[in-house]
C-alpha cells in the first residue's frame, strides 16, 4: 500500500477547512498537520474527530510557525481570513506562505481563493471588494509563479470560492434571514435578476480532495466551484418547496441593508485588525458595497463572476446542483443530528454561526 501523503493546512478550523480535513484524513490517502491558535478549541476537536490531525500552535503572521507547519508537508493548503487580517495584510502573509512553503519542500500547494473581483469587474471601482481583491490578486501572482516553479520544485493551484450556502440560514452573516409574521424573509440588495454563486461547504472537501489526488492536472489550475448562480427569490421558492413554509425575497437599497446587518458599525474597518487609520483599509460599507454589485451584475452565470458547471459535473458527480437539493440535503442533516428542521432552524434565537470569525465573537466582521 503507498504511503500517506502529509497535508499542512492553514486555517483548518474555519467553516472552509472543516470539510475540507474532514475529506482528507477520512479518505485514509492523506495525513494532516493544522496550524491552530488554541489546540483545545471545539473545532480543532471537531477536526480530530476525523482521525489523526497534528496542531502546531501559533498564527499564520510568523515565519517560524509557517515554516513549522509546512516542514515536511508534502502538500499544502493555505486559507488566510481576510477578515481577520485586513486586505494589506492578507496579501503580505499569503505570499510569503506560498515562499516558505517552496522552501520547505512542499510538491503541491493549493490557495484558498476568491474572484479577483476588481479585475472581473473591468477595474470599476463601485465593483471593488477587498476581501475578494485580496485573494484574487495573490492568486494570480501564485500561479505566475507556478510557470518557473511546478516542474523542478513546487506546484499550485488556486480553489475559488464565494459565498456559502450555510450563510443563508446562519446567524450574524451579510444574508441571515429574518421570520416576519411566520413569513422566512431574505432582505438583500441583490437587485430583481442578481444572482450568487453559492458554494455547499461539504463539497468543498471533495474539490480539494481532487486536486491533490490530481497534481498533474491541477497543475496552475483556478478551479472556480458554485451550486448555480442562486436568484434569491428561487432560494426562498425552494425553502418553500422543502418545507412547505412561506418564504419571500425582498429587494433593498444598501443604506437600509447596512443598517440591518451592523448599525453605525458599518463604517469601521472590514478587517478587525487592519488599521482604521491606513487610507488602503475599506469599511464594511465600502467593502460589502462591492461584494453585492458584483452579485448584482452576475445573474444567470452571464455576467461579471462566472462558472464551468459542466467542469465541476466532471470533477464531483455528485454535487449540489441547485438550492432545492441542497435545502433538501439540509433538512435531513439537521433532523438527523438533532437539530431540527429548517423551520425550526431559522427561528428567532435558534440561528447558529457559521463563520468562525463570528463564533469567535467578531459579529462586527460580516
Not at 124 to 150: M, S, T
Not at 254 to 265: L, M, Y
Not at 278 to 302: E, I, K, P, V, Y
Request: with cysteine; aromatic share 10%.
Amino acid at each position: 500500500m503507498a504511503s500517506t501523503r502529509l497535508i499542512a493546512v492553514v486555517g483548518g478550523t474555519g467553516a472552509q477547512g472543516i470539510p475540507v480535513v474532514r475529506d482528507l484524513v477520512q479518505s485514509g490517502a492523506y495525513t494532516v498537520r493544522a496550524l491552530t491558535r488554541d489546540s483545545s478549541s471545539p473545532r480543532f476537536q471537531e477536526l480530530q474527530s476525523f482521525g489523526p490531525v497534528t496542531p502546531v500552535t501559533g498564527t499564520f503572521a510568523s515565519e517560524a510557525d509557517l515554516r513549522a507547519t509546512f516542514h515536511g508537508a508534502w502538500g499544502a493548503f493555505v486559507n488566510i481570513d481576510g477578515f481577520n487580517a485586513g486586505e494589506k495584510t492578507e496579501m503580505f502573509w499569503t505570499m510569503r506562505a506560498y515562499e516558505l512553503a517552496l522552501e520547505a519542500g512542499v510538491r503541491f500547494f493549493v490557495l484558498a481563493s476568491l474572484d479577483y473581483a476588481t479585475k472581473k469587474a473591468g477595474y470599476r471601482p463601485e465593483f471593488r471588494a477587498g476581501h475578494y481583491d485580496a485573494k484574487g490578486r495573490v492568486g494570480e501572482w501564485i500561479l505566475r509563479q507556478n510557470r518557473d516553479n511546478a516542474a523542478t520544485r513546487m506546484a499550485a493551484a488556486l480553489f475559488t470560492t464565494g459565498p456559502y450556502i450555510d450563510m443563508a440560514i446562519a446567524r450574524d452573516t451579510v444574508m441571515t434571514p429574518t421570520v416576519e409574521d411566520g413569513v422566512v424573509t431574505w432582505r438583500v440588495p441583490l437587485g430583481e435578476d442578481g444572482a450568487v454563486p453559492h458554494v455547499a461547504l461539504d463539497d468543498c472537501g471533495v474539490y480539494v480532495k481532487w486536486l491533490f489526488d490530481h497534481p498533474e492536472r491541477a497543475s496552475g489550475m483556478d478551479l472556480e466551484v458554485a451550486i448555480d448562480h442562486i436568484n434569491y427569490h428561487d432560494l426562498a421558492a425552494a425553502f418553500t418547496k422543502v418545507t412547505g413554509r412561506p418564504a419571500r425575497y425582498v429587494d433593498v437599497g444598501f443604506d437600509e441593508h447596512f443598517a440591518s446587518v451592523w448599525g453605525e458599525a458599518a463604517d469601521r474597518p472590514a478587517g478587525y485588525n487592519a488599521d482604521p487609520a491606513d487610507a488602503a483599509t475599506l469599511t464594511l460599507r465600502q467593502n460589502f458595497t462591492g461584494f453585492w454589485m458584483l452579485f448584482r451584475h452576475s445573474g444567470g452565470n452571464a455576467g461579471v463572476l462566472r462558472r464551468d458547471y459542466k467542469l465541476l459535473d466532471e470533477i464531483h458527480p455528485g454535487r449540489v446542483r441547485n438550492a432545492e437539493e441542497w435545502f433538501r440535503r439540509e433538512e435531513e442533516r439537521g433532523v438527523r443530528l438533532g437539530l431540527g428542521s429548517l423551520w425550526e432552524r431559522v427561528q428567532p434565537g435558534k440561528l447558529a454561526h457559521v463563520l468562525k470569525a463570528l463564533e469567535d465573537g467578531r459579529a462586527g466582521s460580516l
